[in-house]
Structure formats: structure tokens, C-alpha cells
């Protein structure tokens, strides 16, 4: 049933996981993910990336449901939803640290910049994965058009 759902109407666990990951974002309203990108220091609330995984699942599920009557590659449209929602919810949930527990003014140990640094690998890694899915998407409209 869940493999059918997806692959015939993608619209609709795409809108069900936007609302799940806005109640997991307002859960963890108090958490925050730095970010080293370079020489620049971003602190980014996790509700922000949440809202900005929501809103890629939003749009996607109305640019699937504008084209539901076309038929697309059943492959991409299940590795762009699964794919999709499972990273907005690695994101929302095992990323952040509670933003009380971060204090600037204590130095940082070599063993802690070295976890920051894998967190921040592993961020930018999720996220450049996350835009693959989003060509994924793009291919699959494409095709869709194309097809007949």
C-alpha cells in the first residue's frame, strides 16, 4: 500500500512528512547546528532548516500533484520522495546541539574542533544530497512533460 501510495500519489506523503518535520522543528525550537564554512561561523537554528526542508517537500508535493496525470519513471519519483523525506528528518532530529550548551567563551579541545569538523562534513555532505534529490525531481517533471 505504501509502495503504491508513493509511487501513484508522491503528493501525499511528501505533505504528510512537512507536517510531521514542522511538529519535530517545533519540538526543538531550542536547538541550533553551527556551521564552519571556510573562514565564516554560521549558527543556524534547526526550526530554520526544518522550515527550509519543509518548504522543498511543499513544493515538490504541488509540482507532483500539477503533473499527477502524466506518468513519470516510477524509480526516481520513489528515490526522490523516500530519499526527500528521510534526509528532512535526519536533519531535524540528529542534527543541533541545545543552544545553552554551546559556550563561546570556553576554548575548544583539538578532539572537539575535530567533531565539529565531522558534523560540518557530514552537513554539507546532506545537503549537496539533498539538492541531487531535488534534480531527481526536476528529471522526473521533465520526462513526465516529454512523455506521453
Same mark, same amino acid.
Do not use: E
Given at each position: 500500500?505504501? &509502495?503504491? !501510495? /508513493? #509511487?501513484?500519489?508522491?503528493?501525499?506523503?511528501?505533505a504528510?512528512a512537512?507536517?510531521?518535520?514542522? !511538529? /519535530?522543528?517545533?519540538? &526543538?525550537?531550542?536547538?541550533i @547546528?553551527?556551521l564552519q564554512y571556510?573562514?565564516?561561523?554560521?549558527? @543556524?537554528?534547526?526550526y530554520l532548516?526544518?522550515? !527550509?526542508? =519543509?518548504?522543498i517537500?511543499?513544493?515538490?508535493?504541488l $509540482?507532483?500533484w500539477?503533473?499527477r496525470m502524466r506518468?513519470?519513471?516510477? #524509480?526516481?519519483?520513489?528515490?526522490?520522495v523516500?530519499?526527500? /523525506? =528521510?534526509? =528532512?528528518?535526519y536533519?531535524?532530529?540528529a542534527?543541533g546541539?541545545?543552544?545553552n550548551?554551546?559556550? =563561546?567563551?570556553?576554548?575548544?579541545?583539538i578532539?572537539d574542533? &575535530?567533531?565539529l569538523?565531522?558534523?560540518n562534513?557530514r552537513? !554539507?555532505?546532506?545537503l549537496?544530497?539533498?539538492g541531487?534529490?531535488?534534480?531527481?525531481?526536476?528529471?522526473? /517533471?521533465?520526462i513526465? $512533460?516529454?512523455r506521453?
Amino acid at each position: 500500500m505504501l &509502495r503504491n !501510495l /508513493i #509511487q501513484q500519489k508522491p503528493y501525499i506523503p511528501l505533505a504528510a512528512a512537512s507536517l510531521i518535520i514542522a !511538529l /519535530i522543528a517545533w519540538l &526543538r525550537k531550542d536547538y541550533i @547546528v553551527d556551521l564552519q564554512y571556510y573562514d565564516t561561523y554560521y549558527i @543556524v537554528p534547526v526550526y530554520l532548516l526544518a522550515a !527550509l526542508c =519543509a518548504m522543498i517537500m511543499l513544493i515538490s508535493s504541488l $509540482l507532483y500533484w500539477f503533473s499527477r496525470m502524466r506518468p513519470g519513471i516510477v #524509480q526516481l519519483t520513489t528515490l526522490h520522495v523516500l530519499g526527500t /523525506i =528521510a534526509i =528532512a528528518l535526519y536533519l531535524t532530529t540528529a542534527m543541533g546541539t541545545p543552544a545553552n550548551a554551546a559556550a =563561546a567563551d570556553i576554548p575548544m579541545s583539538i578532539g572537539d574542533y &575535530r567533531l565539529l569538523q565531522d558534523l560540518n562534513f557530514r552537513m !554539507l555532505a546532506i545537503l549537496v544530497i539533498l539538492g541531487v534529490l531535488q534534480l531527481l525531481l526536476v528529471v522526473n /517533471i521533465a520526462i513526465k $512533460l516529454v512523455r506521453r
